[in-house]
C-alpha cells in the first residue's frame, strides 16, 4: 500500500519459491513473456513499440504518485531528473499526494479531459478494478515485453496487477502496472528502551502483548499510533489478524476464495484484541485525530517503545534515530514463521488517454530496471527487485528491513492487503476500525459490519 495498500479471483497468493528465485535473487530483466492486445478507452494497445522516448520529440509527461514519504519522495526525485537529463526532449511533470489524497482524487484526474499519462495505482478492486472498468488505464502487456517485464518480475508479483478487461476480476487477464518497491507491515522498536525494560525484540504476537503490558506499567507510551489517515488501521488490525486467523483464512477472505467469513473466530479475536490495546491506553489518546506522520515523529522522538507501520517507513526513521531503531515481523506462535501483509507497492501505470504512451511506459522501465531499483533502495527504500549487490549495513534498520523480507516472503508468509477485498472494503474497513477502537463498535459489530460488505459483494459477482 505503501502504503498500500493494497486485492484478488484472487489469488493463489506470493508464492515463497517464486519470490525466493525471483524478488531475492534480484533477476534482471531480459527475454520477454507472452503479450495480451485489448484496447482500453480507444487508445491503441497493439502493435510495434519505441522504446526510444528521444525519438518522440518535445513530450511534457505528467505523473502522479504518492511518494510522499522522505524515501520514496527522494528517489522518485532522483529518477525524474537522471530521466529528464538521458533524455532532454522531455519534461516530467510531478504530482505527489498523500496515498489517502491520491485515493480521493486520481479517479477524478483520470476522467478529466487532460489526465496525467502515468499514475500509481493502488491494486485490488477498490481502485485499480475500478478504473480498468472504467477504461480509465491501458493494458502494458506489449510493454513487458519489451521490456521484459515478464521474465524479470515474479509471476506472483505481476499477477496482483492484472485484471480482466471488465474489471470484475483481480490477478488475471491483462496486466496493467508493475511496482518499484517491495514492502510489509511489521513492528518498529527503540532498542534503548527496550533494553531499558530488560526485553528482546518481539518475534511472536504473545511476546508483542508482553512488551506492551510492561511497557504501560513502567509509565513509557507503548505504541505510536495515529489513525486520522485511515489507512494505519487497515495495518494494525491486519497484523494482529495475521496471527489470530492465520494465512489460510486471511487468503480465503480477501482473494474470495470461499471458506471463510469475516465473522469467523480468528477475525473475531483480532477485533478484540485490538480493542482491548485502546481499552488499556496501549495506543495513546486522541489517537483517531492523529496523523500517521505524527505518530512516526512521535515513536523517533522515543516517546514510545513501539510503532506498526510499513517499511517505507525505514527511511524516515533511520536518519532520525540511526542504529537505535529495530523492525520485525511477527509469528502467530514460537518456532513457527512470521506472517504478515505486503508484497508490492503502487503499480506504475499508463493511462489510456496518454498521447504518449511509449514514452510513458519508457519512463516506467526507468524507475523499475537495474539502475531504477539502485537508486531506490540508495533512498532507503526495498525495492521489489533487490540488487544482487544490496547489502545495507548490519545493524541498521534497513538490514532488519531486507531480513524480515527474507524470511516472510521466502516462507509463504506475505499476506495481501485487507482492503483489497471488495471495491468498498477500503471505506468499510477505515471506518469500522475507527469507531471499533474509540469503542463506539463491539468486536462482534465490527465483524458483522465487515462481513455484510464482503456478502454483498459475493452476491453482486
Known amino acids: 500500500m505503501t502504503e498500500r495498500t493494497p486485492r484478488h479471483p484472487r489469488r493463489r497468493l506470493i508464492a515463497a519459491a517464486a519470490l525466493a528465485t525471483g524478488v531475492l535473487t534480484g533477476v534482471a530483466a531480459c527475454s520477454p513473456g507472452p503479450?495480451?492486445?485489448?484496447?482500453?478507452?480507444?487508445?491503441?494497445?497493439?502493435?510495434?513499440?519505441?522504446?526510444?522516448?528521444?525519438?518522440?520529440?518535445?513530450?511534457?509527461?505528467?505523473e502522479w504518485d504518492q511518494n510522499t514519504d522522505p524515501g520514496t519522495n527522494a528517489s522518485t526525485e532522483a529518477l525524474n531528473k537522471a530521466f529528464m537529463k538521458k533524455y532532454p526532449n522531455v519534461t516530467v511533470k510531478r504530482v505527489s499526494r498523500s496515498f489517502s489524497d491520491l485515493k480521493t482524487t486520481l479517479k477524478?484526474?483520470?476522467?478529466?479531459?487532460?489526465?496525467?499519462?502515468?499514475?500509481?495505482?493502488?491494486?485490488?478492486y477498490p481502485d485499480m478494478g475500478a478504473f480498468v472498468k472504467a477504461r480509465l488505464l491501458q493494458p502494458v502487456d506489449r510493454y513487458a515485453k519489451a521490456y521484459g517485464w515478464n521474465s524479470a518480475y515474479p509471476s506472483q508479483l505481476l499477477d496482483l496487477n492484472r485484471f480482466t478487461s471488465d474489471?470484475?476480476?483481480?490477478?488475471?487477464?491483462?496486466?496493467?502496472?508493475?511496482?518499484?518497491?517491495?514492502?510489509?507491515?511489521?513492528?518498529?522498536?527503540?532498542?534503548?528502551?527496550?533494553?531499558?525494560?530488560?526485553?528482546?525484540?518481539?518475534?511472536?504476537?504473545?511476546?508483542f502483548e508482553k512488551a506492551l503490558a510492561?511497557?504501560?506499567?513502567?509509565?513509557?507510551?507503548p505504541l505510536s499510533y495515529g489513525d486520522a489517515d485511515k489507512s494505519p488501521g487497515i495495518h494494525i488490525f491486519g497484523v494482529v489478524q495475521a496471527a489470530t486467523a492465520g494465512k489460510a483464512a486471511v487468503r480465503k477472505l480477501v482473494f474470495d476464495e470461499?471458506?471463510?467469513?469475516?465473522?469467523?473466530?480468528g477475525t473475531l479475536k483480532a477485533a478484540t484484541t485490538l480493542r482491548g490495546w485502546a481499552d488499556k491506553g496501549y495506543l495513546g489518546s486522541g489517537f483517531n485525530g492523529q496523523s500517521k506522520?505524527?505518530?512516526?515523529?512521535?515513536?523517533?522522538?522515543?516517546?514510545?517503545?513501539?510503532?506498526?507501520?510499513?517499511?517505507w517507513q525505514a527511511a524516515v526513521l533511520a536518519p532520525k534515530m540511526h542504529k537505535n531503531v529495530g523492525f520485525t515481523a511477527l509469528s502467530p506462535a514460537a518456532g513457527r514463521p512470521p506472517l504478515t501483509q505486503g508484497g508490492e507497492g503502487l503499480a506504475w501505470s499508463v493511462t489510456s488517454k496518454s498521447k504518449h504512451p511509449d514514452v510513458a511506459a519508457a519512463y516506467i522501465n526507468f524507475l523499475v530496471d537495474r539502475g531504477g531499483m539502485k537508486v531506490s533502495a540508495a533512498h532507503g527504500n526495498l525495492p521489489a527487485l533487490p540488487p544482487a549487490d544490496y547489502k545495507p549495513t548490519p545493524g541498521t534498520v534497513d538490514a532488519d528491513v531486507l531480513t524480515q523480507w527474507k524470511g516472510v516472503s521466502e516462507k509463504d508468509g506475505l499476506l495481501p492487503y485487507l482492503d483489497y477485498t471488495t471495491p468498498t472494503f477500503y471505506d468499510t474497513l477505515t471506518a469500522a476500525v475507527q469507531e471499533l477502537t474509540a469503542g463506539h463498535l463491539s468486536p462482534k459489530a465490527f465483524?458483522?459490519?465487515?462481513?455484510?460488505?464482503?456478502?454483498?459483494?459475493q452476491s453482486s459477482k
Open 35 to 62: 503479450s495480451a492486445d485489448s484496447s482500453a478507452g480507444g487508445t491503441k494497445t497493439s502493435g510495434p513499440v519505441s522504446t526510444d522516448p528521444a525519438k518522440a520529440g518535445k513530450v511534457t509527461l505528467t
Open 293 to 311: 506522520d505524527q505518530a512516526v515523529a512521535s515513536f523517533a522522538k522515543g516517546t514510545s517503545l513501539f510503532l506498526v507501520d510499513g517499511t
Open 258 to 265: 470461499g471458506g471463510a467469513k469475516w465473522t469467523d473466530p
Open 108 to 124: 477524478l484526474a483520470l476522467s478529466s479531459t487532460n489526465p496525467p499519462d502515468v499514475v500509481q495505482a493502488n491494486q485490488g
Open 214 to 221: 510492561k511497557a504501560k506499567a513502567s509509565g513509557l507510551q
Open 167 to 207: 474489471g470484475k476480476t483481480w490477478k488475471t487477464g491483462n496486466l496493467y502496472g508493475v511496482s518499484q518497491t517491495g514492502e510489509i507491515v511489521g513492528v518498529y522498536y527503540n532498542k534503548a528502551k527496550l533494553k531499558s525494560l530488560g526485553l528482546s525484540a518481539p518475534t511472536t504476537l504473545a511476546d
Open 447 to 457: 465483524t458483522d459490519r465487515l462481513q455484510s460488505d464482503y456478502s454483498s459483494f
